[in-house]
DNA sequence: CGGAATCCTCTTCGATACTG
DNA sequence: CAGTATCGAAGAGGATTCCG
């Protein structure tokens, strides 16, 4: 309750005052994909302990940043889901898992892995230029759980849950799909190597893995470039 | 020295375990417009302390974020610079300054102000969509500190000191422009109000105005309208 | 000036235990 | 499942001192 601020005129120290916390930035990445029970939460900020995950829910859901609500019948289950507001980070949290994907290599041992980890890396390295307005659904299956992206104009939207009709279903797991947000493997390497399997059509594939394509090439060659080797498999 | 991580395998995660600390970022904030000795980090953090600071420094230096150099002479004096993976640090920056002007009102009593967090402001809020590709250098004269501001293509340079031959020169105070990053008023009304002078030839100013526009408006209307407006005066 | 080191107080964190 | 209560450990903040 004390709330300790930079008392700093500036947007930036403003921001941080909000979500500057421990945690904070983490609990909205979290949130991102799709609305998170309690227990949801407490498992995908494993350490931070009931206590301060109460504290940091109350102190966002008093700055406007997410509310409580219940989902409607069945469910009925009590969840956290942004406001707009708090939706309105994605650009924050994007921006801070492009610079880290700089850093992150393979996966030490003492680290927990989660597929909705790398679909927050995905969606910060997509190469959005490359579908230019088209509207395409995909239904990502990764180590069990589903997510779909829906990507239309310079917009991308990235939630859990299976798609209702997706144009392309990408099946892999967690590690593979981070390294080809993070630039190290191509699609059309890890589909060639059998680490990530597909279901749709070409044209949809190829939308795909030019969303995808490694940041080293330029958009139109690498879109031609990773048909011919999926054509060639 | 302990190194708190979060052990996560996840971009942001891992970002956060970098930068994530308390201060850090708004290290990186003071860094972002040129190299600066200890003392000027100091001012700009209040509150933060010498041991602190140290130790922040110590550790973005070790985690290759910034070094310290000594300026040529005849300055000679030791100061603290991002490395190019610090200056990959803007965007998160840039985000997290975007978001804050969303809650950036008028100052608060005990709230410093320095014009250097108006420029960063100022490069968040900037659509460059409406320079297209043309190279453009303003001047900007901040409660007598300057910083210049080079517009090309998608990129904009903020950094202090004078420009060499500015395009145009912008002469105001910190909560003005702040305003006008913050879009609660646009340049042109600034300059009506007297709150803003300029000097330079009409064609800079039009296109500084573009860049500037409140963001209520579309591009090229609002270039039209704020250039009335400023002719009107 | 440009730090590093120490001391002391306070806040925040993290872990566990406990309750509706 | 969704929290509240509690407590030791770590980190922050402020002042002051010392060194080069």
Redesign the interface.
Same mark, same amino acid.
């Given at each position: 309750m004390s709330r300790r601020t930079?008392?700093?005129?500036?947007? @930036? %120290?403003?921001?941080?005052d909000?979500v500057?916390?421990?945690w904070t930035?983490?609990l909205v990445?979290e949130l991102l994909t799709g609305p998170k029970r309690f227990k949801d939460l407490l498992d995908g900020l494993s350490?931070i302990g009931t206590s301060l995950l109460t504290a940091r829910l109350k102190d966002l859901e008093g700055n406007g940043i997410l509310r409580r609500t219940t989902l409607p019948p069945p469910a009925g289950s009590k969840v956290y889901e942004l406001t707009d507001?708090g939706r309105?980070?994605e650009?924050?949290?994007?921006?801070?898992?492009?610079?880290?994907?700089?850093?992150?290599e393979a996966?030490?041992p003492?680290?927990?892995?989660?597929a909705a980890?790398a679909m @927050? %890396?995905l969606q910060?390295s997509l190469k959005l230029e490359a579908v230019r307005g088209r509207k395409e659904t995909y239904e990502f299956r990764v180590d069990g759980e589903s997510f779909h992206v829906q990507v239309e104009g310079d917009e991308a939207e990235v939630r859990q849950g299976s798609a209702v009709d997706p144009d392309l279903i990408i099946s892999g797991d967690?590690?593979t799909l981070?390294s080809v947000?993070?630039g190290r493997l191509t699609l059309a390497e890890a589909i060639e190597a059998g680490a990530i399997a597909t279901e749709g059509d070409r044209g949809s594939l190829a939308r795909c893995l030019a969303v995808l394509g490694s940041p080293g090439r330029d958009g139109g060659k690498s879109v031609r470039e990773d048909i011919r080797a999926q054509q060639a498999r």
């Open positions: 930079y008392d700093q005129y500036c947007a @930036v %120290a403003r921001a941080l909000v500057g916390e421990r930035l983490l990445r350490g507001l309105s980070l650009p924050v949290v994007i921006a801070l898992s492009r610079w880290g994907l700089k850093l992150l996966p030490r003492e680290e927990e892995t989660r980890w @927050v %890396a910060s967690t590690e981070l947000a993070a």
